[in-house]
């Protein structure tokens, strides 16, 4: 069972947060639970990073996070796995959550190959665009991994 | 033939715009799209290598939520977005 979604940070009432990803990968199946959350930190190359702004074509990256979620429960043999994937879209401060990847599974090895393969899948297939934030007011989009076919 | 380009990313800053709205004489595929965004460039930004670059790796998504190749035809699409290299997480 999957959650898949992208949480405007201005539009949206609520953040990401970590009680939500607990509360639905909740499972007496599983054994194992993993928690993944990608925080903004203060520096990238060499630059003081004060913040990072996301951009998001929303329905293809849940479209994409579905995807990569079938590919990982066929490709791990994962049976009554709960995940739950949220990405921030907008302005996020330092220290703040950009992503939350939980899982749930029967076995720890599951729990932890589901992840990783999440995580890995999602940082090179999922349309999401990165602007980060300088001292001094400067910023710069990433530079990016092309998905032309 | 009028076409919706939607951008992202590092494109709505190059093209200052969210999207773009071009007439095409022809039916259009995805290479007359990326040609004339190259040309667009070339005219606004001095023929700037790195934009040219940028548009040069986008992929492109049609109305259908597909990434689509440089030989799609965008019959009944009216619209269709440009993906730059892309970097979440």
Known sequence: MLHAA?????????????AR???????????????FV???RNSNNDKHV????????DRLVVKTFKEIYDEA??????KKAKVFIEHAKGYVALGKPSIIIAVSCKHR??????????????????PIWKKEFYKYKQSEWLKGISIKQ | MKI?????????????????????????????IRNKLIEIIKHKHLANKAYISLVKASAFCS????????NYLLNNDKIITIIPPIGGG
């Open chain 2, 63 to 70: 109305q259908h939520d597909e990434i689509v190749n440089d």
């Open chain 1, 38 to 40: 990608g925080n903004i």
């Open chain 1, 109 to 126: 090895h599951q729990a932890y190959n589901l992840s990783r393969y999440l995580i890995e899948k999602i940082k090179v297939r999922a």
């Open chain 1, 21 to 35: 990803a607990e509360k639905f990968i909740k499972n007496l199946h599983a054994g194992a639970s993993i928690f």
């Open chain 1, 73 to 78: 429960i066929k490709k791990f043999k994962i």
């Open chain 2, 4 to 32: 919706k380009i939607v951008m992202h990313g590092n494109c709505r800053d190059i093209f200052h715009k969210q999207a773009l709205q071009i007439n095409f004489d022809k039916k259009v595929k995805v290479k007359d």
């Open chain 1, 6 to 18: 992208v949480i405007d940070t201005k539009k949206s009432k609520r953040k990401i947060n970590l």
């Open chain 1, 50 to 57: 004060t913040g990072v702004s996301y951009d998001a074509h």
